[in-house]
């Protein structure tokens, strides 16, 4: 017991030295004031940084802190008709912006259910303009056209409480003509994907940027689209606007495009498509003017002006009938008997016939151990009566005659095969097949037997209706091909083409177009009366009708029914293709051509009709009365 108390006290000794040693002391003691040192230091540095070496840097980071730019979006240029009518306008709306300046996540959620928004989509959105940097300055667009009933829950939560991350801002949506009118031409306008700003053409825009996405909006989008604006103002702590301040930038509108569309006869054009599948390309040969072009079925290009919703694109992507194609110049089929002209001028050209060369029809004829049917019995038939009677087994005989390279040449000349060069994109090219074109795409030789039905329009032939427009309009103004535009003064245009065409042989093929629909042709429902029309109808085939005949593939799929047709035959002033597909007959085709170029001939007489005057009063009333002289003075006379 002894012993543990003296240790004890032993403990209790040492722990009171070491408590009371001042060396142990000293040392906290230094220790505080270094840590105190460093502190100060740090103070001090911090101050120096701040307003000696970059005041500038946070001055400026201190204004952008209190005051907020807010854009003001340019409207897009309007796209007007030749004669100046307003084609696609704007319209005034709203457009709900989340400001990244003030952007809360957890605000999402109840703006999402405030405004009928998905959730997970708005989630999505912000998080991938964060992922991609964009300017923090630059907001978000979660919605457009916003109702009065949408405008009103904006207006009572973007306070600085609720929801400071809300901006409305006025914008100007595109607005486009009902019904799909010319929607394939126009095209549409949305924002711009991701996939898009990872391109060249596209790399200098930003997340949100509205751009041009097909037709002419996106072929001319450069100068269709403006240059946004920007508004500043000063905002308190809260986020409250204080003032407005004065070095405002002014959006600037973008610029109008005039088309060379006549507004009258695409309305004709897009009647008489109606219920229909196929294309109309209406153009002035001698310069390429685009007067009218249709493309059936269409799009509301109304859907993209904003956001389009997924259900919608889903809709026309699935759809069947392919309305996001534009017909006129994406649709490659086989010409039919619209090619025999060519065929024509090819044979009389090279020399291989001439216009008294003749072949007696039967209902057909062999060919390499193969028989080929003509669609009649036709007797004996040289060139006139072959292109008015279209007579397949006359351009067997010249087919075979020509061979299918001279057929590729005279083809590939007329511009088959090639794409126009068209102001709109994705145009395609067509198919002109050769020997070389065989052994290239699929390493096999051409065999002669492969001519006969190229003749006549078939085989491996594909032509879009703007190429088959284009390639009669050069024929007919004697062998210039001025290229097609939608755009009066279009720039980048590719030169005219020449070729070296004996004209009495191109006479020599119109003169039978001539009576293909005013002979008792083919085409004899294109006739228009006091003016010539000629024209070539055109009946080509998707698959054999022997083999598909009575099958639910062959009802579904139709022969193409084609018409072309200029006028008048001495100079003309227009070419009109049509596709009907699934028409069957290309006599089906014949008055589609009819009605368009009736509505521009009835055009062209009632602007060429004097105007009426209006009643004039003889000059001698207009005249000013002369001065009153003073009784007095008249007395003194």
Same mark, same amino acid.
């Given at each position: 017991?002894?012993?543990?108390?003296?240790?004890?006290?032993?403990?209790?000794?040492?722990?009171?030295?070491?408590?009371?040693?001042?060396?142990?002391?000293?040392? %906290?003691?230094?220790?505080?004031?270094?840590? /105190?040192?460093?502190?100060?230091?740090?103070?001090?540095?911090?101050?120096?940084? *701040?307003?000696?070496?970059?005041?500038?840097?946070?001055?400026?980071?201190?204004?952008?802190?209190?005051?907020?730019?807010?854009?003001?979006?340019?409207?897009?240029?309007?796209?007007?008709?030749?004669?100046?009518?307003?084609?696609?306008?704007?319209?005034?709306?709203?457009?709900?912006?989340?400001?990244?300046?003030?952007?809360? /996540?957890?605000?999402?959620?109840?703006?999402?259910?405030?405004?009928? *928004?998905?959730?997970?989509?708005?989630?999505?959105?912000?998080?991938?303009?964060?992922?991609?940097?964009?300017?923090?300055?630059?907001?978000?667009?979660?919605?457009?056209?916003?109702?009065?009933?949408? *405008?009103?829950?904006?207006?009572?939560?973007?306070?600085?409480?609720?929801?400071?991350?809300?901006?409305?801002?006025?914008?100007?949506?595109?607005?486009?003509?009902?019904?799909?009118?010319?929607?394939?031409?126009?095209?549409?306008?949305?924002?711009?994907?991701?996939?898009?700003?990872?391109?060249?053409?596209?790399?200098?825009?930003?997340?949100?940027?509205?751009?041009?996405?097909?037709?002419?909006?996106?072929?001319?989008?450069d100068i269709l689209m403006g240059v946004d604006g920007q508004r500043r103002v000063e905002v308190d702590s809260f986020g409250n606007e204080r003032r407005?301040?004065?070095?405002? %930038?002014?959006?600037?509108?973008?610029?109008?495009?005039?088309?060379?569309?006549?507004?009258?006869?695409?309305?004709?054009?897009?009647?008489?498509?109606?219920?229909?599948?196929?294309?109309?390309?209406?153009?002035?040969?001698?310069? !390429?003017?685009?007067?009218? /072009?249709?493309?059936?079925?269409?799009?509301?290009?109304?859907?993209?002006?904003?956001?389009?919703?997924?259900?919608?694109?889903?809709?026309?992507?699935?759809?069947?009938?392919?309305?996001?194609?534009?017909?006129?110049?994406?649709?490659?089929?086989?010409? !039919?008997?619209?090619?025999?002209?060519?065929?024509?001028?090819?044979?009389?050209?090279?020399?291989?016939?001439?216009?008294?060369?003749?072949?007696?029809?039967?209902?057909?004829?062999?060919?390499?151990?193969?028989?080929? %049917?003509?669609?009649?019995?036709?007797?004996?038939?040289?060139?006139?009566?072959?292109?008015?009677?279209?007579?397949?087994?006359?351009?067997?005989?010249?087919?075979?005659?020509? !061979?299918?390279?001279?057929?590729?040449?005279?083809?590939?000349?007329?511009?088959?095969?090639?794409?126009?060069?068209?102001?709109?994109?994705?145009?395609?090219?067509?198919?002109?097949?050769?020997?070389?074109? %065989?052994?290239?795409?699929?390493?096999?030789?051409?065999?002669?037997?492969?001519?006969?039905?190229?003749?006549?329009?078939?085989?491996?032939?594909?032509?879009?209706?703007?190429?088959?427009?284009?390639?009669?309009?050069?024929?007919?103004?004697?062998?210039?091909?001025?290229?097609?535009?939608?755009?009066?003064?279009?720039?980048?245009?590719?030169?005219?083409?020449?070729?070296?065409?004996?004209?009495?042989?191109?006479?020599?093929?119109?003169?039978?177009?001539?009576?293909?629909?005013?002979?008792?042709?083919?085409?004899?429902?294109?006739?228009?009366?006091?003016?010539?029309?000629?024209?070539?109808?055109?009946?080509?085939?998707?698959?054999?009708?022997?083999?598909?005949?009575?099958?639910?593939?062959?009802?579904?799929?139709?022969?193409?029914?084609?018409?072309?047709?200029?006028?008048?035959?001495?100079?003309?002033?227009?070419?009109?293709?049509?596709?009907?597909?699934?028409?069957?007959?290309?006599?089906?085709?014949?008055?589609?051509?009819?009605?368009? /170029?009736?509505?521009?001939?009835?055009?062209?007489?009632?602007?060429?009709?004097?105007?009426?005057?209006?009643?004039?009063?003889?000059?001698? *009333?207009?005249?000013?009365?002369?001065?009153?002289?003073?009784?007095?003075?008249?007395?003194?006379?």
């Amino acid at each position: 017991m002894k012993l543990q108390v003296v240790r004890q006290d032993n403990e209790l000794s040492r722990g009171g030295l070491l408590r009371d040693d001042t060396k142990f002391a000293s040392t %906290k003691i230094a220790v505080f004031q270094y840590v /105190m040192i460093g502190i100060f230091v740090f103070l001090i540095t911090g101050f120096w940084d *701040l307003q000696i070496r970059n005041p500038e840097m946070y001055q400026e980071r201190a204004m952008q802190n209190s005051i907020k730019s807010i854009p003001v979006l340019a409207p897009r240029g309007k796209i007007l008709d030749r004669d100046g009518r307003v084609i696609v306008d704007n319209h005034s709306s709203f457009t709900l912006y989340l400001s990244r300046e003030n952007l809360k /996540m957890e605000h999402l959620k109840p703006i999402a259910e405030g405004l009928s *928004l998905d959730y997970d989509g708005l989630v999505a959105r912000v998080r991938r303009f964060q992922s991609r940097g964009a300017p923090v300055y630059q907001p978000i667009p979660i919605k457009e056209e916003l109702t009065p009933a949408e *405008l009103a829950f904006v207006e009572s939560h973007k306070d600085a409480n609720t929801f400071p991350e809300l901006e409305v801002i006025h914008v100007q949506h595109r607005l486009y003509p009902k019904d799909g009118l010319a929607a394939h031409v126009i095209g549409y306008v949305g924002e711009v994907s991701e996939a898009e700003l990872n391109t060249p053409e596209f790399a200098r825009f930003h997340q949100s940027d509205v751009i041009g996405k097909d037709g002419l909006e996106r072929q001319y989008n450069d100068i269709l689209m403006g240059v946004d604006g920007q508004r500043r103002v000063e905002v308190d702590s809260f986020g409250n606007e204080r003032r407005v301040l004065g070095d405002d %930038k002014e959006a600037i509108a973008g610029k109008s495009l005039q088309l060379t569309i006549d507004l009258d006869l695409q309305a004709v054009a897009e009647l008489t498509m109606e219920n229909r599948r196929g294309a109309v390309v209406a153009l002035d040969p001698r310069n !390429g003017d685009v007067l009218a /072009m249709v493309s059936r079925p269409a799009f509301d290009p109304n859907l993209f002006a904003g956001r389009i919703r997924s259900k919608d694109w889903k809709d026309l992507v699935d759809n069947p009938e392919h309305p996001l194609l534009n017909r006129a110049v994406q649709a490659q089929q086989a010409p !039919g008997s619209t090619f025999k002209p060519i065929m024509a001028l090819a044979g009389l050209e090279s020399g291989a016939i001439d216009e008294h060369f003749s072949v007696s029809c039967g209902g057909g004829a062999s060919f390499y151990g193969r028989y080929f %049917k003509c669609w009649s019995k036709h007797g004996g038939v040289e060139l006139h009566r072959g292109i008015v009677q279209s007579c397949d087994t006359f351009f067997y005989n010249v087919g075979n005659r020509l !061979g299918i390279d001279r057929i590729a040449q005279y083809a590939e000349m007329v511009g088959f095969g090639k794409k126009t060069g068209i102001d709109l994109p994705h145009e395609a090219e067509g198919v002109v097949p050769s020997s070389k074109w %065989k052994i290239r795409n699929f390493r096999e030789k051409w065999y002669p037997g492969e001519t006969i039905s190229v003749s006549i329009g078939q085989g491996a032939t594909t032509v879009t209706p703007i190429q088959l427009a284009v390639a009669m309009g050069g024929i007919a103004v004697g062998g210039m091909w001025f290229p097609p535009h939608l755009v009066k003064d279009a720039p980048r245009l590719l030169p005219t083409r020449r070729a070296e065409i004996n004209l009495e042989n191109v006479q020599k093929v119109v003169s039978g177009m001539c009576g293909v629909v005013n002979e008792g042709g083919t085409g004899v429902r294109a006739r228009l009366p006091g003016i010539e029309v000629c024209g070539k109808t055109g009946t080509a085939q998707l698959a054999s009708n022997e083999l598909l005949k009575g099958t639910a593939y062959g009802a579904a799929h139709k022969d193409n029914a084609w018409f072309v047709g200029f006028a008048p035959r001495e100079a003309p002033e227009i070419v009109i293709a049509a596709l009907f597909e699934g028409g069957e007959h290309g006599q089906l085709a014949a008055p589609i051509v009819r009605d368009v /170029m009736k509505a521009y001939f009835d055009k062209k007489a009632r602007l060429s009709q004097p105007r009426p005057q209006m009643a004039s009063l003889p000059p001698r *009333l207009l005249a000013s009365p002369a001065p009153l002289v003073p009784v007095a003075q008249t007395a003194n006379q």
